[in-house]
C-alpha cells in the first residue's frame, strides 16, 4: 500500500479578486476529490488572490497504479482549469 501526497502551487492567471479565485478553487476542489475518491483542500495563500497551495492524498495498492492517478489527476485539472498555472509540484510516496 502507498500513500501518494501531491502539493501544488498555482498561479491564477485571471483572477481579479479573491471572490473569484475562491469560486474556482472550490470548483476544483470538489471535483477533483469527487471524480478521484482522493482527499484534497487549500492548505496556503487563503488570503492572497493570484497564488494557491493545493494538497491532495490519496492511496494505492502499487506505485504503478498510485503514479497513473497522479497522471490522471494533473490532466483532469490541466483541461478543465486552464486558467490554473502551475508553478510548482511536490511529490511525496510513502
Known sequence: MNIFYLQLKLHLQNA???KEKRGVLKSMVKRTGQKFNISIVEADFQDVWKSSL???V???Q???LGQQQ???IRKFISIEYP???LEEEVL???
Open 16 to 18: 481579479n479578486s479573491l
Open 54 to 56: 493545493v494538497s491532495l
Open 58 to 60: 490519496w492511496l494505492s
Open 62 to 64: 502499487n506505485n504503478k
Open 70 to 72: 497522479l497522471e490522471e
Open 83 to 85: 486558467q490554473l498555472e
Open 92 to 94: 511525496e510516496i510513502l
